[in-house]
């Protein structure tokens, strides 16, 4: 077989099926131009990361000027100004309750700190409690933990061996959750350590919607058992539902909470755990064998904050979750009229994102429609990546009418590929 000529590897590419990469050189706002000067709608945002924008004049001067003072410092007994404007920033925007804030620098880290910080409380309190309840179809990350904690499929067959069990609830479809939340309560009866969702959308499971009063119900559960809430807010944090965070459609004051992807508006690597008092304070102990351990080398980085604080900034501004409510306007407007197209499925949408399913026969990740979408929307100029039969939009900000007209216009056309 030919082999490729870059020497690169990329993430989630079959490199024998898609042997050219597309070669990007800048981006603005929403819009990706490329070496072969095509500019390309970014409907995606990037991997769900850009929030106001490409290269947001804000973001890109937070960095420039942190750039120039200090750029990465251990963060192990030393602290500086950038991480801790976010951690104050972070605890005024976020729910009563959350005390403690633990940097990262992805969306998996933020997991895995979270599953630490549940088992090292029990541990810590001297009742060592291990069993972590999980929702079908969740997605939390790619490291080992945090492949243990979401579905089990093509994407890590490979690995299931060194993956550990889990309980998992079913996804609460329309007209059956009462038996997500009975099958919550079951789980929460051997006593695990928690509970971990995301709130409101299940992302890469294919942009599976499910109401607040279940996320509602699903804490009021592991709340009367004692079961710690994690609520993995990595895609849904930052606006992307219609609110700040998806739990506060429901009220839902997380124990542990999980952000990052628009942390830093999507311009940096960067993320947070967010904790209750009681789960530091059972780590907080003259004994050093209580201690948290757990690092990274760029823990807090101090530029991927300041990009952090900028972003924080703008979230203190009305003016910013009125540009969310007023893209979640747009994109429904975008999408009414495939709700009485034929050729697609469950038409849906939570704030600004929107999803909707091709009815073909062969459906899932691996769809034999995936790979021609793919190529279809790439020939209209549009960053547009389906999850198999799933097509859905998920825009920066500031993206126009006009964009969504060319992205929902190309969708309707992809439906005639099959
Ligand atoms: C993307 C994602 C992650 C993983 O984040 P990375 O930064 O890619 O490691 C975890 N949870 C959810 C819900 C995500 O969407």
Redesign the pocket.
Known sequence: MRRKTSPIWHPFTQHALQPEMVRIERGEGAYLYAADGRRIIDAISS???VTHGHCHPAIVRAIQAQAEKLTQIIFAGHTHEPAEQVASALLKLTPPGLDYVFFSD??????EVALKMALGYWHNIGEPRARIVVMQH??????IG?MSVGARGVFNAAYGPLLFDVSAVPFPHEGQEQATLDALEQACRAKPAAFIV?PLI???GGMLMYPAWVLKEMKRICEAAGVWFIA?????GWGRTGTLFACEQAEVVPDIA?Y??GLTGGAL?L?VTLCRGEIFDAHFSQDRSRTFFHSSSYTANPVACAAARANLEMWQDPATLSGVTEVAAMQERALAPFRADARFKNVRRTGTITGLDLDVRDSGYLAGIGPRLLEFFGGRNLLLRPLGNTIYVMPPYCVTSADLDEIYAAIADAANLH
């Open positions: 991997w769900w990361v992805s969306g998996s880290t933020s997991v969740s997605y939390h990350g790619d490291t945090a995301e299940l992302g890469a993995d807010e990595v895609m849904t999980c990052s992807k690597p993320a």
